[in-house]
């Protein structure tokens, strides 16, 4: 289902994908000059037509858009030639990213764009492939044996596409009992774990330090918004909003509560903490405020079309001061969303936008994340993205950043051709 929003409630709109197969004369001929920008990324003849052949097996009407299927319906295909070359064979990553986020600049580059952290799963059998664990799976919706990918999305008012990518490595894989599956994986020695927002900390750094994309806004969903290590360095980029899911649970107070210091001896010396002021001034859930704020501060807003007829939500907003260990911390804008039925849900997000920031914007902001499940979407059904067999560390990197680049292209055909569609825009899950 694809949502539709009326111009005045959105910053910009997010247009839909829609090119058709009969929209492109000469596909073949247009992959190839897309692959001539990253010919000096790779030091033989042999790779770069491996690199060419893997992507172009990604659009074929293969049922199953792995390794050997791909190489099995090349003349003169080699299934072992390909496998080393996604596998194990020398890419030069750092500059096919960069070049690549430079072709995303020049065609969805804005100063009002959004960078968008979120993650997914791969079902997997076995227990050799890189990463692969019981772990919560959202494909599947459950905890299953599976891989799952940190991923970075680009959005703008002129498309979508995934910019970065990070493999989550459990942490069981670091212990002694899990060396020869990482020897065997060749996970790079220097390794060590990451927790997914950590993972998601890294690539916005990385994002803002190259200074390729530009962007606005940051998006995620509560694992990130749970995570002090994400939400301070967002808050250390100058000029950056992020819009963040919360969950249910998180503490808040309306009015900043009075703290005070207080003297105390441990271990016979003398130390201090900081205390509330007032011990009756307890936090309260943010679930328990949505459901004492009056029918008259919720605004209804339609945030899609369906199938059975328009989705409306209605959502209101207060300025809140965050607990931290029980104490007063930050001020943030806190969103919240809620159902139309008498067993109404609520969402939450939280925003470190200006004060001056208007509802509207936070409504907008809280669908954006749309983009990044278009791309998951988009990139599974179309181009194969969880069909990959690979089971090292290189080959996981190699055939997502493929999948990238090979999901871009449609767009840039789309733009390059200046073919107009209908503009869509959700409101998170």
């Not at 390794?67 to 003169?76: N, S």
């Not at 809280?366 to 080959?395: N, P």
């Amino acid at each position: 289902m694809l949502p539709v929003t009326r111009s005045n409630e959105h910053l910009y709109a997010v247009p839909k994908f829609d090119l058709g197969k009969g929209d492109v004369k000469d596909f073949m001929n247009e992959l190839k000059g897309f692959h001539e920008q990253f010919a000096d990324c790779f030091h033989r003849s042999e790779s770069r037509e491996h690199f060419f052949n893997y992507m172009a097996g990604q659009f074929s009407e293969l049922e199953r858009k792995s390794i050997e299927p791909i190489a099995l319906a090349i003349k003169d295909g080699n299934v072992r030639a390909m496998q080393r070359f996604v596998s194990t064979a020398q890419w030069d990553d750092d500059n096919i990213i960069a070049k690549y986020r430079n072709c995303v600049n020049d065609d969805l580059g804005s100063p009002d764009g959004a960078l968008i952290f979120d993650e997914s799963g791969f079902l997997k059998k076995g227990q050799d492939s890189i990463g692969v664990g019981r772990q919560y799976c959202g494909t599947a919706g459950k905890v299953d044996n599976c891989q799952v990918g940190v991923f970075a999305a680009y959005v703008s008012d002129s498309g979508y596409a995934l910019v970065d990518k990070r493999l989550f490595i459990p942490e069981q894989w670091f212990t002694d009992e899990y060396r020869t599956r990482r020897e065997k994986c060749n996970l790079p020695e220097d390794t060590v774990f990451r927790t997914k927002p950590q993972l998601a900390a890294e690539m916005l750094q990385t994002i803002h330090e190259e200074k390729t994309l530009p962007f606005k806004y940051v998006l995620g969903d509560s694992i990130y918004g749970i995570s002090p290590e994400f939400i301070e360095t967002v808050d250390s980029l100058p000029g950056i909003t992020y819009l963040v899911s919360v969950p249910k649970s998180t503490l808040c107070w309306l009015k900043r509560p009075m703290t005070i210091t207080k003297k105390y001896r441990w271990g016979g010396k003398s130390r201090t903490k900081t205390v509330l002021a007032d011990t009756d001034s307890k936090p309260m859930a943010v679930i328990n405020l949505a459901r004492n704020i009056n029918d008259y501060f919720w605004y209804r807003r339609q945030v899609s079309e369906g199938t059975k007829g328009p989705i409306v939500y209605e959502f209101t907003r207060r300025q809140v001061i965050l607990s931290a260990s029980g104490l007063p911390e930050k001020t943030v804008w806190l969103l919240i969303r809620r159902t139309l039925r008498d067993d109404c849900q609520y969402s939450f997000f939280i925003s470190n936008a200006p004060c001056s920031t208007r509802l509207k914007t936070l409504v907008w902001l809280s669908g954006l994340r749309w983009a990044i499940e278009q791309c998951f979407e988009e990139t599974k059904s179309e181009l194969g993205m969880d069909h990959y067999e690979v089971r090292k560390f290189m080959g996981w990197h190699h055939h997502i950043q493929t999948c990238m680049l090979a999901h871009f292209f449609l767009w840039h055909l789309k733009i390059r051709m200046g073919k107009k569609s209908t503009v869509h825009y959700a409101v998170a899950a």
